[in-house]
C-alpha cells in the first residue's frame, strides 16, 4: 500500500474541536482516490498530512512502511493555485524541478518538450511567462513541473477549482489520461461532486474532520463529461454523496 493513516488526529490550539479525528485510510498503489468534502472538513488538512506539511497531534502517517514526517520528492504536491515562479519562462520553471532530480542541463530542453507534449501544451510556450497565460494554461505548466519531478504519488488540493467549467472539464481530461498512462497513485481534494465521479475509483467522504463513508466507484472509464449523466449507475452513486454531504435533493 502506498499510503496509510492511523487515528489521526489533528487539533489547532483555540479551536473547540479537532481539525481531523479518528482518520484511517489506505491508499493502494496506483489508485485514484478523491477526498470528497464541504469547505472546511478537513479534506485539504488531510492532504497536507499525508505530504507531511502538517505534522498531526496524534496518529501517523506511513508511506511504504516509513513514518511521513516532512516532505518527500516521492510525494509531489498540486495547489489550488498555480506556484510557478513568476520571473521564470514556463521551461525555467518545469526546468527546476529537473534541475532539482539531478537531471543534466544538457538533458532538460529535451526533457522539457516531452512534458509540454504530455500536458498538451505547444512547445512554443516555453519561452513565455506565467503572466503570459491564461489559468488553465498555468495549471497545465504546474502538472508538467509535477511530473519532471516523477513523484510516486500526486497530491492535489483543488487545483482546477478557479478555472472556468469547460477548462475544467479539460483538465479532468488530461489528468486521467496522465494517470491512465502513467498509472501514479493520485489523491485529489474535491467539493465537486461530478468532479469526483469523473475522476474517482474511490471516493472518501470527510465531514466535520472524520471520515464518514468510502464510495468505490461503479462506473467504467472512460467517464465522458457529456455521457455521464446517462450511465447506469451515475443517478444512484451522486444521490449517495448528496445525502452524504447533506444536500437535500430538489422536489418535482
Same mark, same amino acid.
Given at each position: /500500500? ?39 472538513? #478537513? !479534506? ?5 498530512? %499525508?505530504?507531511?506539511?502538517?505534522? *498531526?497531534?496524534?496518529?501517523?502517517? =506511513? ?20 506556484? %510557478?515562479?513568476? $520571473? ?16 543534466? @542541463? ?6 522539457? @518538450?516531452?512534458? %509540454? ?36 504519488? /500526486?497530491? /492535489?488540493?483543488?487545483?482546477?477549482? @478557479? ?6 472539464? !479539460? ?7 496522465? $494517470?491512465?498512462?502513467?498509472?501514479? =497513485? ?37 467517464? *465522458? ?13 451522486? !444521490? ?5 454531504? #447533506?444536500? @437535500?435533493?430538489?422536489?418535482?
Amino acid at each position: /500500500m502506498a499510503i496509510r493513516t492511523d487515528d489521526l488526529v489533528v487539533h489547532y490550539p483555540g479551536n473547540p474541536a479537532p481539525t481531523l479525528d479518528g482518520i484511517s485510510l489506505t491508499i493502494p498503489d496506483g489508485s485514484f482516490t478523491v477526498l470528497l468534502g464541504a469547505s472546511g472538513s #478537513g !479534506k485539504s488538512t488531510l492532504l497536507h498530512c %499525508l505530504a507531511g506539511l502538517i505534522t *498531526p497531534t496524534s496518529g501517523t502517517v =506511513t508511506d511504504h512502511g516509513a513514518a511521513v514526517t516532512a516532505p518527500d520528492p516521492r510525494r509531489g504536491v498540486a495547489f489550488q493555485r498555480d506556484v %510557478l515562479f513568476p $520571473w521564470m519562462s514556463v521551461a525555467d520553471n518545469i526546468g527546476f524541478a529537473l534541475r532539482a532530480r539531478g537531471v543534466r @542541463a544538457t538533458d532538460r530542453p529535451a526533457r522539457v @518538450a516531452a512534458l %509540454l507534449d504530455d500536458v498538451e501544451l505547444a512547445r512554443t510556450v516555453a519561452g513565455r511567462r506565467p503572466s503570459e497565460l491564461s489559468g488553465g494554461m498555468r495549471q497545465r505548466v504546474s502538472i508538467a513541473r509535477l511530473l519532471a519531478g516523477e513523484p510516486a504519488v /500526486m497530491l /492535489m488540493d483543488e487545483p482546477f477549482a @478557479a478555472l472556468d467549467a469547460l477548462t475544467r472539464l !479539460k483538465m479532468q481530461d488530461l489528468l486521467t489520461d496522465l $494517470w491512465t498512462r502513467a498509472r501514479r =497513485t493520485i489523491v485529489f481534494v474535491t467539493h465537486d461532486i461530478d468532479e469526483a465521479i469523473r475522476l474517482a475509483d474511490t471516493v472518501e467522504v470527510l465531514d466535520n474532520g472524520r471520515l464518514t463513508e468510502r464510495i468505490t466507484n461503479p462506473l467504467d472509464r472512460p467517464r *465522458p463529461a457529456d455521457t455521464l449523466a446517462d450511465r447506469p449507475g451515475y443517478s444512484e452513486i451522486r !444521490k449517495r454523496l448528496h445525502h452524504r454531504l #447533506g444536500i @437535500a435533493q430538489p422536489t418535482r
